[in-house]
């Protein structure tokens, strides 16, 4: 049976999920943990030399888990993908989004580094997700996306902006994913 009628099997016998499970690349822990106080459940996948959770940095919440080196889960149903960056990670977020079937969230919390190509800043406008998160409209300029459709520009938000805001992006992935 396929990912996406097993999704739809899951729709509709259990509902809209509470809580959703997102898998996302580890890079920031107290960004991380901000986007812990939303509530919903977070897996990191991680690659050999890729950077962990620094617990000098700051203890880890408790709504979030790192996955083994290289794995993925399969018997947990994940809502979505968590990109936090165009240049690695969407790349192979790109590669388990085939294999799962659910869509990607794309956040880029700063401008293109000054180091990049022409030719890769134009490849970094292919690389799309459901919702596309910038944290300023100066760093969508920055990136040249200059669409607005599925896009949302975060700017410095309170806490509780903060976690309203990511709300409505994870509900609005999770909608997308229908």
């Known amino acids: ?5 097993l999704s739809h ?5 259990f509902g ?6 997102i898998l996302l690349f580890h890079t920031d822990e107290d960004y991380e943990t901000r986007l812990c106080s939303t509530g919903h459940e977070f897996y990191t996948f991680s690659a050999e030399g890729e ?3 620094d617990k000098s940095v700051r203890d880890m919440p408790s709504n979030y888990y790192c996955l083994p080196q290289n794995a993925i889960y399969q018997g947990l ?3 979505f993908i968590l990109s936090q960056s165009k240049v690695w990670q969407f790349n192979v977020a790109s590669r388990i989004q085939e294999r ?3 869509p990607i969230v794309s956040l880029q919390a700063s401008g293109p580094d000054k180091d990049l190509s022409s030719q890769d800043l134009e490849a970094t406008r292919q690389m799309v997700g459901v919702v596309n998160v910038f944290s300023t409209d100066h760093d969508a300029a920055l990136w040249g996306w200059h669409t607005k459709e599925r896009t949302v520009i ?9 976690v309203e805001k990511w709300n409505s992006i994870f509900n609005s992935a999770y909608e997308a994913k229908q």
Do not use: C, G, H
């Open 1 to 5: 049976m396929s990912t996406q009628a």
């Open 9 to 13: 099997i899951r729709r509709s016998v």
């Open 16 to 21: 809209k999920p509470d809580k959703y499970n």
């Open 51 to 53: 950077k962990k959770w």
């Open 77 to 79: 149903r994940y809502d």
């Open 100 to 102: 799962l079937n659910i």
């Open 154 to 162: 975060l700017e410095d938000k309170s806490d509780e902006e903060f």
